[in-house]
């Protein structure tokens, strides 16, 4: 590329991004344009100079609206869905110490589905089938959860006929109604929270929730309630494995609720689905490692009895209900080739473990 001029409009980076396929855009004061290719964040332009504050106040005011404008005025920040005719991104605008920052995350508005995603399809679909409980999607920023969810709720979407009701900030994936009525509500547009979508959620007769993330004690305690009264609740948490996920849930009630919580969630839970997308070895682009706990008698047990740190090693032991582990997965992607010796090293979790597999 030779134009190194800062551009008009944030739709000229956005039409690039999408071009070379990132995942992301970065347009940030006192740095270069950047974007997020293949996991690593990258100028666009070796050669570039800085964006200005001008520059960053100049490409906000290209995209937002009046009313996003205005809270970013008087909060300091906004997140909201941003659409034009290259298709649909995840916006967000900060105010910072030397200026603006805006970051967007570009959205492949085609949904993938499960098969495309290389996502255990036989031991997944026994899990959307049940009627009630809770199925969480966890990992990292940008590991890609939410490409994940939209794919699990657009099969329950197919295979169901019920009323999805999705709550989220923002809308990223646009579901059609198949066989399931999909209603969709974003944060900030139709609702003030999560909490309050959650609330009034109860009272809209679904039968599956998608709860875009769980991040409070009213968040997850309305989830674990609705996961209870007879409603299939899928989530997502920013947590790396199971066991963390069940310890942060956990961890997010007062002490003396947490005995009550741990027979709600050993009851409720239906799986926990763990997720990195790993630099591939050929260099061209990432591939999904993943971790799946199945709630089974023996971990409904470890959870109600607070020994979660037990649960790896009941998951090395129920691969005939498809559990598996993060470091597992590595060892596979490994062994076929597709990631290297020191992607699956720095990913793992037990290191002297993977050390001692490679020596072997």
Not at 160 to 166: A, G, K, P, S
């Amino acid at each position: 590329m030779s134009e190194h001029r800062v551009l008009d409009h944030v739709d000229d980076y956005l039409r690039l991004g999408r071009e070379y396929d990132c995942s992301d855009v970065h347009l940030p004061t006192a740095f270069p344009p950047a974007w997020r290719r293949y996991g690593q964040l990258l100028p666009i332009w070796a050669d570039h100079q800085p964006l200005t504050a001008e520059d960053t106040e100049r490409l906000a005011r290209s995209f937002l609206g009046e009313r996003e404008w205005n809270r970013l005025q008087e909060r300091g920040d906004v997140d909201f869905a941003y659409s034009n005719s290259e298709g649909r991104f995840r916006a967000s605008v900060i105010k910072q110490r030397l200026g603006y920052e805006l970051v967007f995350r570009i959205i492949n508005s085609q949904l993938r589905s499960m098969e495309e995603l290389d996502l255990p399809i036989e031991h997944l679909t026994p899990l959307t089938r049940y009627h009630n409980g809770l199925i969480l999607v966890t990992g990292a920023v940008g590991s890609g959860k939410s490409t994940t969810l939209a794919a699990i709720v657009d099969f329950i979407n197919a295979d169901r006929e019920d009323h999805i009701l999705t709550l989220e900030d923002p809308i990223e994936y646009v579901f059609e109604s198949k066989g399931c009525q999909v209603n969709q509500r974003e944060v900030h547009s139709h609702t003030e929270s999560f909490a309050k979508a959650l609330r009034g959620a109860l009272r809209e007769d679904p039968d599956v929730i998608m709860v875009g993330e769980m991040r409070d004690l009213e968040t997850i305690s309305l989830a674990l309630t609705a996961a209870e009264t007879g409603h299939l609740v899928l989530g997502t948490l920013h947590t790396g494995n199971a066991p963390r996920t069940l310890d942060r849930v956990l961890d997010v009630f007062p002490t003396d609720q947490r005995e009550q919580i741990r027979i709600m969630v050993s009851e409720s839970l239906r799986g926990i689905l763990s997720q990195q997308l790993v630099p591939r070895a050929d260099g061209n682009g990432r591939v999904l490692a993943l971790e799946l706990l199945v709630n089974t008698a023996a971990v409904s047990a470890t959870i109600r009895d607070g020994k979660t740190f037990m649960l790896p090693g009941i998951m090395q032991t129920g691969k005939n209900v498809g559990m598996i582990t993060m470091d597992e997965s590595l060892r596979r992607l490994y062994i076929k080739g597709v990631i290297t010796q020191e992607e699956a090293l720095f990913r793992c979790e037990d290191k002297i473990q993977m050390r001692t597999f490679f020596q072997s």
